[in-house]
């Protein structure tokens, strides 16, 4: 699973005092959630499904063949949620005996025929009807829906949408669409066949070992999955796709794809063979299964799903080459739920609890597939942003990573168990070294293959592999919460010619690592390695020749940390030049913000970094700093003005050009009227922005021109004041994820936020279900994202409700058009119930 994370840039305000973080009460004395009692052991599962379009439920029978796990029994008990039982019987090769059962609160309880012993199977035989919309358990931050079963735009009355079906599993709503025990530690075979009009096709796990026609133009496949996976994985999509074939040796790799973007897939998921390929040799263990495919779905309830061989994405994988000649951005979530099919269904944690043990290494395969493909300062970026979410998320401190205290099993998909187990597994790598450390990745996938596996026996194969005891490791950041907070000082002896430095530890429970300092000795770092002990004081002396110019700790960034230091502009531009590793050369670069245009230093670190070969350290500089300061332009223009027009990256190009607009000089517009007609969206939406700065009068004639479908933050928030105040209607369901930010973007910048807030009510002043959709979207994962937090739910449940009542207005003053503003009344009512 890959869920999407709201920027720190909008949510940040939230952490810095304005609004309080909220603190977890849970307590392990009140609660501790064990592993779920394996009392029976599923051993093959099949189905026969159609679909009621008109009703959104689904007709289906199974045939569930299990045994006792370990002691006798003469009961099975199945989670069926939402559910009509018509018939239930014991199948005895085809013959049928009615059995006894009781269904209620969503649980089925059948009586078996006898007392069943150890290994000796049997097969029910259930009739049902699955009703998803009946279902009454909740989402959660992570998966924002959990009906299980998903009939999207089912009667076709959205002309802007198509008919889709699929499932989502994750956590426990397999069993919204079939009997089952839904607990990740049930492995299963299965086959499926799934009856649909004959114009859609099917994907499920597994084969597609046969496809029938039948009457009334209806079609049945027949899926085939022969080995055990989780029943959370179990999968069925259904729709108008196109199917574009590759392939990895002789395993077929698909991407279902809607049809409009059926000439970009290869541009989309291209990479995925190579990805298999350099995955299988990292971990010493081949793709397992028989087939790879990847399907997006409309209305997806959360990022991506590695339901095993078929993958769903969410629909903002669907990407146009002015988005993709930038970057796909889809690219690590692609990586991401790849990596599962080793760690997650290969190997499932074998509780909630130990999820980290799926997604810690699914979030560090975004690191190793960014290495290996584009670079160690692509991967080093792209961990530091995703640690960097989780360090400045106060409400996850108090959080283990292996949590046996969690309120709801939804909440251990957070940034503890993603972003902060990533920046871990990335520890632990630099702690054992390479080899050691995929060895012990590969035997810990052996060991446990088509198994359930939990954080000790993650352990003992990296303990088994090195030859290292790693309790201390796993106690303080499996088993234990929070980071090391540091703070440091350092005196000169001239004598001795020694620099001692001081680390202190301010949390409350002190932590052991190795640290990485870098001491600058006439103006070149000298690397030295330490072991911090769980003191809150530890002290480290050095040989220096002089005072030193520069003390850098956790130099190489590895270690997960808040370091709170000061540097000067001189200092920060030494760590720059002196620097090989990306974040600490990141850090000063980001350390200069306060002395732009106050100090030469600054400037000549904001030239350097405009050379630097990493695209995104240019394009941050470029958004540091301000050409209409004389000095900054003097010194920086030539070389800004060159990254316009000739930089490999389009988003450096852009970045330039937004820099450019600042002069407000004329002379520019040439270009920039140039690069409002380019491919790239962040070239054309920079370039727009800029012509409009310059010249307002062209915004009527350059409207149609303002296309923000897959825009980043940063150009949505450039555009917002263009779209609001030019009501350019067709772009106000792009806006609305920056508009439902306004309260929070006021803290930060009030007249962006002003802004921001007449785009919101402009939004739900207007008959528009998509726009309306993604307010609630968007807003439904800050809940998530905020916690439990009563300030921030109170915020947004209160404008939820003055959006209910514009929408009310609305519907009052237009009731010609309720069929289309009643489902945006419906859309608010659900996420107010949400918040309560």
């Not at 009509?84 to 199948?91: F, G, P, Q, S, T």
């Not at 296309?707 to 779209?723: C, F, K, N, R, Y």
């Amino acid at each position: 699973m890959k869920k999407i994370i709201l920027s720190i840039a909008i949510l940040g305000a939230l952490f810095s005092g304005n609004v309080s973080a909220q603190t977890d009460t849970s307590g392990r004395e009140k609660i501790y959630r064990a592993t779920s009692a394996k009392v029976t052991e599923l051993k093959h599962t099949k189905l026969k499904v159609s679909f009621d379009y008109q009703k959104e439920q689904m007709n289906g029978e199974e045939w569930l063949t299990a045994s006792p796990y370990f002691y006798a029994t003469n009961e099975l008990i199945l989670d069926a949620k939402g559910m009509l039982i018509h018939e239930v019987a014991l199948d005895n090769n085809g013959k049928k005996s009615p059995l006894k059962f009781d269904y209620k609160n969503d649980v089925l309880k059948i009586t078996l025929d006898k007392t069943y012993q150890r290994n000796q199977d049997y097969t029910v035989y259930i009739k049902y009807t699955a009703r998803p919309n009946e279902v009454k358990q909740e989402g959660s931050m992570a998966i924002s829906d959990a009906k299980g079963l998903y009939f999207i735009n089912a009667q076709g009355q959205d002309p802007d949408k198509p008919t889709q079906i699929w499932t989502q599993g994750e956590t426990e709503s397999s069993s919204a669409w079939f009997p089952t025990i839904d607990k990740s530690i049930q492995k299963t075979t299965q086959e499926i066949y799934m009856t649909v009009p004959d114009k859609y096709v099917t994907l499920s796990n597994g084969i597609l070992k046969d496809s029938q026609k039948e009457a009334n133009g209806l079609r049945t496949d027949h899926w085939v999955m022969d080995k055990r996976h989780s029943t959370y994985l179990f999968f069925m999509g259904v729709g108008e796709y196109a199917v574009v074939k590759d392939k990895w040796k002789n395993i077929a790799v698909d991407y279902y794809i809607e049809k409009e973007y059926e000439p970009y897939a290869k541009q989309i998921y291209g990479n995925t063979p190579e990805m298999i390929e350099f995955f299988s040799k990292k971990l010493g263990y081949d793709y397992p299964w028989s087939k790879y495919a990847q399907i997006s779905g409309r209305d997806y309830v959360s990022g991506a799903m590695e339901n095993t061989t078929a993958t769903l994405h969410g629909s903002d994988i669907l990407q146009k080459p002015g988005q993709l000649i930038d970057e796909n951005k889809w690219e690590d979530t692609i990586a991401h739920e790849l990596f599962h099919h080793w760690f997650g269904d290969l190997v499932t944690a074998e509780s909630w609890s130990n999820l980290t043990v799926n997604e810690s290494f699914a979030n560090y395969s975004e690191y190793l597939w960014n290495e290996f493909k584009y670079g160690k300062d692509q991967a080093d970026y792209h961990q530091m942003e995703d640690v960097g979410h989780y360090i400045h998320n106060p409400s996850d401190f108090n959080k283990d990573l292996v949590r046996f205290d969690y309120a709801s099993r939804e909440d251990v998909f957070d940034l503890v168990t993603y972003q902060k187990g990533g920046g871990i597994l990335h520890m632990l790598r630099n702690y054992l070294g390479d080899e050691a450390f995929f060895a012990g990745m590969t035997d810990y996938l052996k060991t446990y293959e088509y198994k359930n596996a939990e954080a000790h026996q993650l352990r003992l194969s990296f303990e088994k592999v090195s030859g290292k005891d790693l309790n201390w490791f796993f106690n303080q950041w499996f088993f234990g919460s929070g980071h090391p907070k540091l703070n440091y000082s350092y005196t000169f002896e001239p004598v001795k010619k020694q620099v001692t430095v001081v680390v202190n530890q301010s949390q409350e429970l002190p932590f052991e690592f190795p640290l990485t300092i870098d001491v600058y000795d006439n103006g070149k770092p000298k690397r030295q390695q330490v072991w911090v002990n769980a003191t809150a004081k530890n002290t480290f002396s050095f040989d220096v020749s002089k005072n030193p110019d520069l003390v850098n700790i956790n130099a190489d960034g590895i270690l997960v940390a808040d370091v709170t230091e000061t540097k000067t502009a001189e200092q920060n531009l030494m760590q720059f030049t002196g620097s090989k590793e990306l974040k600490s050369k990141f850090n000063a670069l980001k350390g200069i913000k306060d002395q732009i245009g106050k100090n030469p230093a600054a400037t000549k670190l904001l030239s350097a970094a405009l050379k630097d070969p990493y695209f995104r350290v240019r394009e941050k500089a470029l958004e540091l700093m301000d050409l209409s300061n004389a000095d900054q332009s003097k010194a920086l223009v030539a070389e800004v003005e060159k990254l316009a027009s000739n930089d490999p990256k389009t988003l450096v190009q852009g970045a330039a050009i937004a820099a450019l607009a600042k002069t407000k000089d004329k002379k520019y517009l040439p270009v920039f009227e140039k690069g409002v007609g380019a491919v790239s969206n962040s070239v054309r939406g920079n370039s727009l922005a800029a012509v409009l700065a310059i010249d307002p009068s062209k915004v009527n004639g350059l409207a149609d021109k303002i296309d923000l479908d897959g825009a980043s933050e940063e150009m949505l928030t450039q555009l917002l004041p263009i779209v609001v105040k030019n009501k350019v209607t067709s772009q106000m369901a792009n806006i609305a994820s920056v508009a439902a930010f306004y309260p929070f973007i006021k803290f930060q910048n009030p007249e962006l936020g002003k802004v921001a807030e007449e785009g919101y009510h402009w939004i739900m002043t207007s008959d528009n279900l998509k726009a309306t959709e993604s307010i609630t979207k968007i807003l439904g994962q800050a809940k998530g994202q905020m916690g439990e937090n009563p300030q921030v739910k109170m915020m947004i449940s209160q404008m939820l409700k003055d959006g209910l009542s514009k929408k009310m207005e609305l519907l009052k003053q237009n009731p010609q058009k309720a069929s289309s503003i009643n489902p945006q009344i419906d859309t608010i009512n659900k996420a107010i119930e949400n918040f309560k």
